[in-house]
Nanobody, 126 residues
């Protein structure tokens, strides 16, 4: 069982950058598809990005394409989310999640994921 722990959130001005990290315990990390989700106040949790177990394939929601980059380092059991050109609408709690399923089909549903972190707050000021 992989247990994700997020870090790297904070307050940033619009147009700025942040890099989130997700350190995952467990020996099966390198075989898991990893995803990032976010939840803004009063809204449902939504998919942001996902990466295949080996890191070769990625998938993004349309609104972050070209601004966010998901990557992973299996030697460090860590997945990253580099966020550039941040907008106030990116403000949310960001969650890291793991699934043993492959990335085929995008894995954009909350129900696809087995393990979740506690989240890290990202606030983008205008």
């Amino acid at each position: 069982q992989v247990q994700p722990v997020e870090s790297g959130g904070g307050l940033v001005q619009a147009g700025g950058s942040l890099r989130l990290s997700c350190a995952a315990s467990g020996r099966t990390f390198s075989s898991c598809t990893m995803g990032w989700f976010r939840q803004a106040p009063g809204k449902e949790r939504e998919f942001v990005a996902a990466i295949s177990s080996g890191g070769a394939r990625t998938y993004y929601r349309d609104s972050v394409k070209g601004r966010f980059t998901i990557s992973r380092d299996n030697a460090k059991n860590t997945v990253y989310l580099q966020m550039n050109s941040l907008k106030p609408e990116d403000t949310a709690v960001y969650y890291c999640a793991a699934t043993k399923a492959s990335l085929f089909g995008g894995r954009t549903s909350i129900a696809d994921y087995d393990s979740w972190g506690q989240g890290t707050q990202v606030t983008v000021s205008s």
